[in-house]
């Protein structure tokens, strides 16, 4: 909205096309396929109708092309006075009805199911650690000896009552900096800390990942949360759900 808000509707359109047709190509060119727009949004799926054993690392692929893409696009835009553009990927794994939907005069190839809410959620999810690729744990399984994750939260998403661990996804298998792995090693301490509710050993964990990886946003968000958590203590029976109030 702020985007739309800066510019004219026909630089606009111009502009999404554009960032559209990147994403959506490299969607392809994994044998995914493009269900439909949302606005700038992007709903795709890959296993149907060409089913692949490894659906969920071609997910998982496409996501990190599609963000490495973009961070070029990015830079040509900033440097030719357009707006910064970056975009939130969520990711889940699992069974769903895939085929012809609709009314009978008219209908659309798509998908429906519970696996499909989830993730729409994750997608949304990434706005409350300040990262851009969400992938659940459903996902994270079938692709853990093929790419780089760290475990994240446990979070129960509006509409969707079981809690999910989430990941976020970073690169290929032995794509990740010797600083990015000390620092996750440091985060995942932080985590476990976090969730004994070791609110002050677990900010000092957080807080030495920004030695490795200065700035990190999720860091920033749990030492933000182990200072209120300290103030407000949750109840004796807490579980570590995260709840997300918004999608």
């Known amino acids: ?22 994403m959506s190509d490299i969607v392809m060119e994994y044998g995914g396929t493009v269900d439909k727009y949302e606005g700038d949004a992007i709903i795709a799926f ?17 996501s990190l092309d599609m963000q490495a893409r973009l961070s070029v ?8 006075g357009k707006p910064k553009i970056l975009n939130r990927i969520g990711l889940n794994t699992g069974p769903m009805v895939v085929g012809n939907m609709g009314s009978e005069k008219r209908f659309d190839y798509t998908m429906m199911g519970n696996a499909v809410n989830l993730a729409a959620r ?43 661990r989430i990941y976020e996804l970073v690169a290929l298998k032995g794509e990740l900096s010797e600083d990015h792995t000390k620092g996750f090693a440091y985060f995942a301490k932080g985590l476990e800390l976090y969730r004994d509710q070791q609110w002050d050993e677990a900010a000092k964990y957080f807080n030495a990942v920004n030695k490795f990886i200065p ?4 860091s920033e968000k749990f030492i933000e949360r182990c200072r209120n958590m300290k ?16 999608k």
């Not at 149907?48 to 998982?60: I, K, S, T």
């Not at 700035?215 to 999720?218: A, E, I, M, S, Y």
């Not at 407000?232 to 997300?244: I, L, Q, R």
């Open 231 to 246: 103030a407000n203590p949750p109840p004796t029976d807490w579980d570590g759900v995260f709840e997300a109030t918004s």
């Open 46 to 62: 890959v296993g149907a109708p060409v089913a692949y054993e490894n659906h969920a690392v071609r997910a998982c692929m496409l």
């Open 73 to 80: 696009l990015r830079e040509q835009w900033l440097s030719e």
């Open 122 to 164: 994750l997608e949304g999810a990434n706005k409350n650690y300040g990262m851009f690729n969400c992938i659940s744990e459903f996902t994270y399984e079938p692709t853990q000896d093929e790419v780089e994750a760290r475990e994240m939260d446990l979070i129960r998403v509006m509409g969707i009552k079981t809690p999910v």
């Open 1 to 22: 909205s702020t985007i739309s808000e800066a510019m004219e509707p026909e630089d606009l359109v111009t502009l999404l096309n554009v960032y559209l047709t990147e």
């Open 215 to 218: 700035g990190d946003p999720p």
